[in-house]
């Protein structure tokens, strides 16, 4: 884990663990490890306001994982995807890929079709979101006239993803890149609500990440300057975990009504017992978050499941087969 009590995995080197994931490389036949290849290993690590939670979500690793595998699917005609395989060690089985490792852009790709969290509070300061000037009278749950892209940086482990204008984005990527990654974002974000519709499910908003293909980073070149060179003429993949309930905000449509809250099946019932005066917590002290109560871990978990079986239609099987 963060804390380096990641699993061990016979054939693979353990190379880096994020706040939810553990990333190996498998070890070629001289025992190296391939640079070419990434085992990603979702745990059962719950985020939320930038801390990793003492208490882990059962299951949560798999639900993401599986879930962020019937999505590569269903975006497959609007850009090709990190996964090799799901040919992988027993013991992550059901919550782990094999992926192409990717030079990743250093921003995270959000956008946004409804108006809530961090976007709400910008507009009710600015009138805006990301620059783009938003009508008067939006409410907390008001569809937005069109998606917003509304970037933000990819902070190092233990800060805080800072949001950043679409030139922000232009000055960290170039600008071509920058326009390929906005209009991807919001077709993705838009063909997930379309397949979520259907499921009647509404999707407010999501967060993806992208790679290149072929950039071909040569040792000690920076990363930045290589890909604001020459990442337009690379191929843009879609990496990291995509429309899961760790990446986006998924409301029930027939309770969908602007000016409050929506109920939700994401990670928002988390940051709403933590806020609430029932945990103790305060979240501007600097404080690590208390443990999470065993039924909001249960309340959790069930919401993490229903996004899964809902959005597929198949029963959620926690190892994958
Ligand atoms: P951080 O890494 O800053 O803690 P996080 O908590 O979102 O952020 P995780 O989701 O736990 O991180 O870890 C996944 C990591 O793997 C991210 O840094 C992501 O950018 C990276 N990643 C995902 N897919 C690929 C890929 N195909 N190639 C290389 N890196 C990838
Ligand atoms: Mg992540």
Redesign the pocket.
Known sequence: M?DGSHPTLPGFAHV????????YAPLDDAGEARADR?L?V?SD?M?AYDFVLDSPIPDKGAVLTQLSLWWFDQLADLLPH?VVSTDVPDEVAGRSVL??????LPVECVARAYLTGGGLSEYEATGSVSGVALPEGLVDGSRLPEPVFTPST?????QHDEPIPFEGVVAEIGPELAERVRDLTIAILARGNDVAAERGILLADTKV?F?LRGLDLAPGEDLGEAIRARGAACEI?L???VLTSDSSRFWPADAWEPGHPQPSYDKQYVRDWLTSAASGWDRHSGETPPALPDEVVAATRDRYVEAYERLTGTPFVPAGR
């Open positions: 963060a880096y663990s994020g706040k939810v994931r553990d990333l990434l990603l979702a690590r985020s990190h992926v192409e490792r990717l030079d990743m990819k902070a190092p482990m233990g990440e790679g993949v990496a990291d975990e």
